[in-house]
């Protein structure tokens, strides 16, 4: 399953993470990562990284619930946001 990365309008996500964690500097633009269990982290890794660089973007990670997930790589990934259903 590969994750899903989304450019556009922003969706109604119920935010998890804590106010004071923004960082000053961080961009306008967003584009969202839904991260589920098993999904290929190599893969998005290169993207996320050239649209942070030289797109301007933050990164958002979405989940389907409010669970971490585990990538096939091991790594363990706490979402930023829950996609509201």
């Given at each position: 399953?590969?994750?899903?990365?989304?450019?556009?309008?922003?969706?109604?996500?119920e935010l998890v993470r804590p106010a004071?964690?923004?960082?000053?500097?961080m961009p306008d633009k967003a584009v969202y990562l839904l991260?589920?269990?098993?999904?290929?982290?190599?893969?998005?890794?290169?993207?996320?990284?050239?649209?942070?660089r030289h797109g301007g973007y933050r990164v958002e990670s979405v989940g389907?619930?409010?669970?971490?997930?585990?990538?096939?790589?091991?790594l363990r990934v706490t979402h930023h946001a829950r996609w509201a259903r």
């Open positions: 399953m590969l994750p899903l990365a989304l450019p556009w309008a922003e969706p109604e996500l004071q964690t923004k960082l000053l500097s991260v589920v269990d098993g999904f290929a982290d190599w893969e998005a890794a290169h993207a996320i990284a050239e649209l942070r389907l619930t409010r669970d971490s997930v585990v990538s096939m790589g091991g």
